[in-house]
């Protein structure tokens, strides 16, 4: 298994430009998240889906969409970029059968916004 | 107030040293609790989860503290591998949501 997958690795963006952040994984897992991570801040959620077609807002949504259509891939969109968009971008996926709630993250997309 | 707080470090150890990590959350609602380890430019994974009797996995020791709600994770016989910055990870507000510290990080020397 691949596990969760993130591309690209590395972008760097003009302000107002729009792009998508890919996240596929191969678990079949149901619940599948995207965070955010900041110096001194720690991760903070996006927005998480429990299902194909749905999803719903995390801590921090404002100027990302995402969608679900199937239970493998979780793209997360930025829709005009801005410089406070400048980070380190998680996705991640958890079993829901499991009672551990473990969560099992990519290996990030480091994004810069010029 | 931060949901979930620890001390940033950095702790600087020698190798066989033991050190001990804090955390705070602040929703007494508090479900299930974890820690993370995050290696530099890497992504986080599941180090342990913490039971509220407490919990050992070969060096590592987890606590928690509900009433003072307070977690912590101790290091013994600590490795130049250990070096990384730990994370506290809370579950509270239904199953979806993880808030994660801010981490701690830790750097074993020879």
């Known amino acids: 298994n691949a596990g969760v997958t993130q591309t690209p690795k590395f972008q760097v963006l003009k302000t107002g430009q729009s792009m998508t952040l890919q996240c596929a994984q191969d678990?079949?897992?149901?619940?599948m998240s995207w965070y955010r991570q900041d110096p001194g801040m720690g991760l903070r959620l996006i927005h998480y889906?429990?299902?194909?077609?749905?999803?719903d807002q995390g801590e921090v949504p404002n100027g990302y969409n995402v969608s679900r259509s199937t239970t493998e891939d979780f793209p997360l969109r930025l829709l005009s970029a801005a410089p406070s968009q400048t980070s380190v971008y998680f996705c991640?996926?958890?079993?829901?059968?499991?009672?551990?709630?473990?969560?099992?993250f990519g290996p990030g997309t480091r994004l810069t916004v010029t | 107030r931060k949901e979930v707080e620890q001390d940033p470090g950095p702790f600087n150890v020698p190798e066989g040293a033991t050190v001990a990590f804090n955390c705070t959350y602040s929703?007494?609602?508090?479900?299930?609790f974890f820690w993370y380890r995050q290696d530099c430019r890497k992504e986080p994974k599941l180090l342990m989860s913490?039971?509220?009797s407490g919990n050992e996995d070969g060096r590592f020791t987890a606590q928690l503290n509900r009433a003072s709600q307070y977690i912590s994770l101790l290091i013994r016989d600590s490795k130049l591998s250990d070096s990384a910055t730990y994370l506290c990870?809370?579950?509270?507000?239904?199953?979806?949501?993880?808030?994660f510290g801010a981490g701690t990080r830790l750097a074993v020397h020879p």
């Open positions: 678990m079949n897992h149901e619940y």
């Open positions: 889906s429990v299902g194909a077609g749905i999803t």
């Open positions: 990870v809370v579950r509270a507000g239904g199953y979806n949501k993880l808030i």
């Open positions: 929703n007494s609602a508090s479900q299930s």
């Open positions: 991640a996926s958890r079993d829901t059968t499991s009672k551990s709630y473990e969560q099992y």
């Open positions: 913490v039971y509220s």
